[in-house]
Structure formats: structure tokens, C-alpha cells
């Protein structure tokens, strides 16, 4: 149920235009989804339509409908709306509803409210977060919004969670801070700092935990781990990676945290490692195909993938998968690399890809929506 819920929220304009089961849904379980801030939809004229459809499927049969529209929102979509006749024709009903209900303890009552005007959490948004423009530091966040293919200079998009900035470099120093930024009220706060300066560190997500593993400090390229705990602001050191390593790339899969490739401040790397946050132990596991710095890494259907990146030498567009049951990495190959590929071609049939102008070198943000303290 509970993946049949996510799907609906996170597909809700795909569903609503093919599924007959979002029409059979009762009055709390459409609540359920519409009220949700994570409700993955472009506008809420989308939501609005997706209501009337599931109203008229069954008309006398959904009394309660007139708290679905409470109309008191600041979104500029109801102008929308308003101009619709379905609207018109649904408001007129709603009244002479509401006036043949309405008495003084009616009135009265606290009435749960089913609010579809409100802002969404973004759930298909690219942040873009500092790197180098022009041979300098730039402190420019950019978020992109895939469902509105709109991109914006500003502070960050907003949500409930938070997005951390864990360690950098000013290209005159390194350092241990560690910044937090809350997008719904837009406050920076620091937070307490890692153990150790460093830059180009490599980061991971696990159980609330924030991972940061190697990096450099100008002089020094690190083995060193930790994790940091919003609940209690803290940083802990973990054993040591079997390798130094800056400019790494790191996940999770299956609740463990996987480093690949980087620099160890002589040659590009092709190893990998895996962390057991439960035995606090670094485990070597087959190498990459291509030694790489720089790429994107990512997992999908229990495989993990690494995309792009460069070897101090070449530019990389390859793709590969590791499968952690066989211990095995493969190129990137139909066969191989089946589900990212779809993913990618899928994309390009809806946007297909343009020419981009490297214009500063930024690392994603995977702190997104972490808990506040």
C-alpha cells in the first residue's frame, strides 16, 4: 500500500490521465494524496481538474466534495479556474450545498480542511550548488525544476528539510565548516564543524547520518571518515577507508555507503570500498573499469551506476553498473545497464539533450530534505 501510495504522489499527472483506480478512490484516500505537500504536479490547476474528473465519476455519491475547495490560497492558478465553466458550475452546487448544511454549530465545529492551494515540496528538482565560475569560487545556487523546465538563480528551492554544505575550498583555503540552509524560512546556520580541514570531501546519506570520507587539504590527501548527527549536532570519527582519496564519488545501497574512484594525489583511481555502518569496517570491492574523478553515481533496481567523470587526461561519457551480489562491473551496455539507460533515452525523448558550456564545476547537493534538529 505503502508503494502504491508513494507512486500515486510522485506520478499524479500520468495517473490521473489513464488510471481508472484514481476515480474509484473513496473521499479520504483522495484527501490523503491532494493535501500532501510532496504531491509531485506542475500547477494546482492540475489538481483542480484531476478533483472535477473524480467528482463527476460518481456525483451523487460524493457529498462531501465543498471541503476539498476551500478557496482562501494566494496561488495565481485560480484565476484559472475561475474562468472555467466546470468551476462555475461546481461552486454554484457547492453553495447551495453549504447553505441547506449550514447551522450555528455547524459553523462552529472544527471542520478538518482539505486544502489543494498551497506550495508543493519540489520532487524532480536539480540543485546546482557553488563550484568555480571564471577561474574563481562562486557562492550562485541554481535550482532546476524538471516538471516546469524553468531554471532560477536563487537561494534554494524551497522545502521542509534542509540542504548542508560540508567542507570547501576558496582556492586559498581549506575548511571544516559545515552550513546548513533552511529554503522555507531562507536562514543560513552553521553547525558544528568535521574533525579535520579538507575540501573536495565525498559525501553519503545512510539512516540520517551525513558521511564524509577523504578529501584534501592542500598538502595531505585523506583516508579519513565520519558521520554527523542533526539530532545532536555532532560529528563522529569512524575507522579509516583502505585508500586515500579526494574527489571520490559515494553512495548508498542496501544500507551500506560505497566509495568509487577519485585521486589519491598522484593517480586517478579506479578502486572501490564499502563501509558496514554496523561493524564499523572498510571492505575493498572490485574496481571500476575506468579509473575516474568527477563523475555522478547513483542507484537504481540493486545496482549501482557511475556516470561521466574524467581520468586527469579524458573527458568520460561511459556508463557502469556494479551488481554487490556478483562483485562484478559491467560497461554500460543495453544488457549490462538496462534501467539507467532506459531512464536516460526516456528523458532525451522528452527534452532531448543541448550542448552545455562547462562554466563552473558544482556538486549536487544529496541533503535534501534531512531532518531538522
Not at 7 to 30: C, P, T
Not at 141 to 166: H, M, P, Q, S, T
Not at 172 to 184: A, G, I, L, M
Request: hydrophobic share 35%; aromatic share 12%.
Amino acid at each position: 500500500h505503502l508503494k502504491a501510495f508513494k507512486f500515486a504522489i510522485h506520478n499524479f499527472e500520468e495517473l490521473i490521465g489513464v488510471s481508472e483506480e484514481f476515480l474509484r478512490l473513496d473521499f479520504s484516500e483522495l484527501c490523503d494524496i491532494i493535501e500532501r505537500d510532496e504531491l509531485n504536479v506542475r500547477n494546482e490547476s492540475l489538481v483542480f481538474i484531476a478533483v472535477i474528473k473524480w467528482i463527476y465519476h460518481k456525483p451523487s455519491e460524493r457529498k462531501d466534495i465543498e471541503r476539498l475547495f476551500p478557496f482562501s490560497g494566494k496561488s495565481e492558478e485560480i484565476e484559472y479556474m475561475r474562468g472555467s465553466v466546470e468551476y462555475k458550475l461546481f461552486i454554484y452546487r457547492v453553495l447551495l450545498k453549504m447553505i441547506h448544511d449550514l447551522s450555528i454549530r455547524e459553523a462552529a465545529a472544527q471542520q478538518p480542511r482539505y486544502s489543494i492551494v498551497h506550495s508543493r515540496l519540489p520532487y524532480s528538482i536539480l540543485l546546482a550548488i557553488g563550484g568555480w565560475r571564471g577561474g574563481r569560487p562562486t557562492n550562485t545556487i541554481e535550482a532546476y525544476d524538471v516538471r516546469c523546465k524553468d531554471l532560477e538563480r536563487r537561494d534554494v528551492y524551497g522545502g521542509n528539510g534542509y540542504v548542508y554544505f560540508v567542507g570547501q575550498f576558496d582556492k586559498v583555503e581549506n575548511y571544516n565548516r559545515v552550513h546548513r540552509f533552511d529554503p522555507v524560512k531562507r536562514v543560513w546556520q552553521e553547525v558544528a564543524p568535521m574533525h579535520t580541514r579538507r575540501g573536495f570531501v565525498s559525501i553519503a546519506v545512510n539512516n540520517y547520518l551525513i558521511y564524509a570520507m577523504g578529501g584534501v587539504d592542500g598538502h595531505t590527501c585523506f583516508n579519513m571518515a565520519e558521520h554527523y548527527n542533526a539530532e545532536t549536532n555532532q560529528w563522529t570519527l569512524l575507522s579509516s577507508m583502505n585508500e586515500r582519496r579526494c574527489d571520490a564519488s559515494a553512495t548508498t545501497l542496501h544500507g551500506k555507503i560505497y566509495i568509487c574512484g577519485g585521486n589519491n594525489g598522484n593517480d586517478c583511481l579506479s578502486t572501490a570500498e564499502a563501509y558496514n555502518p554496523q561493524t564499523d569496517t572498510w571492505r575493498s570491492v572490485s574496481s571500476m573499469i575506468n579509473a575516474r574523478s568527477y563523475f555522478g553515481i547513483e542507484t537504481m533496481e540493486d545496482l549501482l551506476y557511475v556516470v561521466g567523470g574524467n581520468d586527469d587526461f579524458t573527458t568520460y561519457a561511459k556508463v557502469e553498473c556494479y551488481n554487490k551480489e556478483s562483485d562484478e562491473w559491467k560497461e554500460g551496455t543495453r544488457n549490462e545497464c538496462g534501467p539507467l539507460l532506459t531512464e536516460l533515452e526516456y528523458a532525451a525523448r522528452r527534452e532531448p539533450l543541448q550542448p552545455v558550456h562547462r562554466t563552473a564545476e558544482c556538486r549536487l547537493s544529496p541533503f535534501y530534505n534531512m531532518p531538522p534538529l
